[in-house]
């Protein structure tokens, strides 16, 4: 079946940087576009950042020049490297694919972003 697996979140301070993986499995990765995702407190999902089979790339116009999706095949595995990061970039941060009409989910990696 299906599974996204992420890792990486914790506490930075204003500034730092961290970066997410999305471990997959499931399904031939190489052949799905990946996406991320977050989700502040009190607010609804909002899509982050996209990487197509070809590796083009597409940001939530907060987040560009700061924040860089990538993907290895041979590790089934999507990145995001997050720089600069502000405190209204904490949220949850989703993994996401959509395979057949269907969308995937990980569970979530929490990203606090406080001094």
Known sequence: QVQLVESGGGLVQPGGSLRLACA???????SDA???YRQAPGKQREWVASITTDS???YEDSVKGRFTISRD???NTVYLQM????????AVYYCNTVIMWNNFWGQ????TVSS
């Open 24 to 30: 997959a499995s499931g399904f031939p990765f190489s």
């Open 73 to 75: 095949n041979a590790k």
């Open 108 to 111: 979530g990696t929490q990203v």
């Open 83 to 90: 720089n600069s990061l502000k405190p209204e970039d904490t």
């Open 56 to 58: 083009v790339t597409n």
């Open 34 to 36: 990946m996406r991320w």
